[in-house]
């Protein structure tokens, strides 16, 4: 079945420097792929999508990799602030054909601490 | 514009009682899908709606049900609760097939 994963562990790093979050998926072939953030009891907030098509996405500080030969996305966070500190999602479609939407498999989230 | 809204906020229930939690979506989505979240993991897709049909459902027994109605909010019942059953539900709208989902704040259900 499929199956995503991210770095299991917290992520500290200091205010100024670049995050880098890891997530690998399985026995799929993703049409695309989600980031999102989520703050400790809230709803997680759609921030990048980017499709199998594209190697690199940017959107402000936040630039998303996505490697279908490795079935791998690496997410980045530049000039890192205190106020990036959350826990990050991975998410994907259920279903290869992109105008499926819907149904999305997220992976555990990687929490990332940004201290000043 | 009125973003994803979900109604209560938290619900303490007891094992063995039913529970109907209530999405609004954001302004112009007309899918609605329903995770359910535990502790320290991801969500976990329950269902989905659209034109007031369930369109594709997750692992959840039948105990998991669902509604949408022609203005497109959405109810998620749960039958005879189980002290598992304890989580953040979160409901998320979404246009069409558009992928990205906008997710509301969450209702934190706990079972005693």
């Known amino acids: 079945s499929q199956k995503i994963e991210q770095n299991s562990e917290a992520l500290n790093i200091q205010e100024g420097k670049t995050a880098t979050l890891t997530c690998n998926y399985t026995?799929?072939?993703?049409?695309?792929l989600q980031w999102y953030r989520q703050d400790p009891g809230r709803g997680p907030v759609f921030l990048l999508l980017?499709?199998?098509?594209?190697k690199e996405k940017r959107k402000e500080r936040l630039k998303v990799t996505f490697d279908t030969t490795l079935k791998q996305s690496l997410f980045h966070i530049t000039a890192s602030q205190p106020a990036d500190s959350a826990t990050y999602l991975c998410?994907?479609?259920?279903?290869?054909?992109?105008?499926?939407?819907?149904?999305?498999?997220f992976g555990q989230g990687t929490e990332l601490s940004v201290k000043p | 514009d009125a973003g994803v809204t979900q109604s209560p906020t938290h619900l303490i229930k007891t094992r063995g009682q039913q529970v109907t939690l209530r999405c609004s979506p954001k302004?112009?989505?007309?899918?609605v899908s329903w995770y359910q979240q535990a502790l320290g993991q991801g969500p976990q897709f329950i269902f989905q709606?659209?034109?007031?049909?369930?369109?594709q459902r997750g692992n959840f027994p039948d105990r998991f049900s669902g509604h949408q109605f022609p203005n497109y909010s959405s109810e998620l019942n749960v039958n005879a609760l189980l002290l598992g059953d304890s989580a953040l539900y979160l409901c998320?709208?979404?246009?069409?097939?558009?992928?990205?989902?906008?997710f509301g704040p969450g209702t934190r259900l706990t079972v005693t």
């Open positions: 998410a994907l479609p259920m279903g290869a054909i992109y105008n499926q939407g819907g149904k999305l498999i």
């Open positions: 998320a709208s979404s246009y069409r097939d558009r992928g990205e989902q906008y």
């Open positions: 980017i499709r199998e098509n594209e």
């Open positions: 302004s112009g989505h007309d899918t």
């Open positions: 709606y659209y034109e007031e049909e369930e369109r």
């Open positions: 026995n799929y072939s993703p049409a695309y």
